[in-house]
């Protein structure tokens, strides 16, 4: 079976600090990948997707990047946080576009 | 443009009642995907139903289901019998060729079941 994993858990960083959230998927291969971020408990945010190694789309230009170094492996980053960039931050998986994503255990990221 | 509405942002029942949450889509594809997520405290969502546009047979799964009426662009979601372990927010979404078939969430709605 499938499995998506995420760390950490919960992080706290002043404003200002870099940023390096990774997910990775066991048990599939050449998983879709996604991160998304959630504000305020409401409203999935997609920031960013990926169909293969290397091919990263960003949906939403901001203080974020993403990198897929291996086939089940996704990296969100920063350079300097921003008081904006707390959220918490999803990383999902799929078989293909257009089917259902499985979601990972979520990062809280507080920046203070 | 794809949009997925979910009008009620918070609905409390008593334990044992019959919950429905509306769920209102607009796309332009002919060819799309709706899901419904149940996201509980713990934040992991979680993936309950894919429906394709072609498929509007209604669907039970348990205490759940399904009614996709494609005359008004709706795929609302009962939860029969509610207990407390169905207190979450319960976010529909759409996936179609329009948005590149990412998936556009709905805002959301909150249920909470009390004993």
């Known amino acids: 079976s499938q499995t998506i994993h995420q760390w950490p858990a919960t992080l706290v960083q002043p404003v200002g600090s870099p940023l390096s959230l990774e997910c990775t998927v066991e048990?599939?291969?050449?998983?879709?990948l996604y991160w998304y971020r959630q504000a305020a408990g409401r409203g999935l945010q997609l920031l960013f997707y990926s169909v293969g190694i290397g091919q990263i789309s960003s949906e939403v230009p901001q203080n974020l990047s993403a990198s897929r170094p291996q086939d089940r492996q996704f990296i969100l980053s920063s350079k300097k946080l921003l008081l904006s960039d707390s959220g918490f931050y999803l990383c999902?998986?799929?078989?293909?576009?257009?089917?259902?994503?499985?979601f990972g255990p979520g990062t809280r990221l507080t920046v203070t | 443009a794809q949009k997925v509405t979910q009008a009620q942002t918070e609905i409390s029942v008593v334990e044992k009642e019959d919950v429905t949450l509306d769920c209102v889509y607009e796309t332009r594809d002919t060819t799309y995907y709706l899901f419904w997520y149940k996201q509980p405290p713990s934040g992991e969502l979680v993936f309950l139903i894919r429906r394709n546009s072609f498929d509007e047979q209604n669907e039970i799964s348990g205490r759940y289901s399904w009614n996709f009426q494609k005359s008004t662009s709706s795929f609302n979601f009962t939860i029969t019998a509610s207990q407390v372990v169905d207190s979450a927010v319960y976010f529909c979404?759409?996936?179609?060729?329009?948005?590149?078939?990412?998936?556009?969430f709905g805002g959301g709605t909150r249920v909470l079941v009390k004993p």
């Open positions: 048990g599939t291969s050449n998983p879709n």
């Open positions: 999902a998986w799929s078989r293909g576009t257009g089917d259902e994503q499985y």
């Open positions: 979404a759409l996936s179609g060729e329009a948005a590149g078939n990412k998936l556009t």
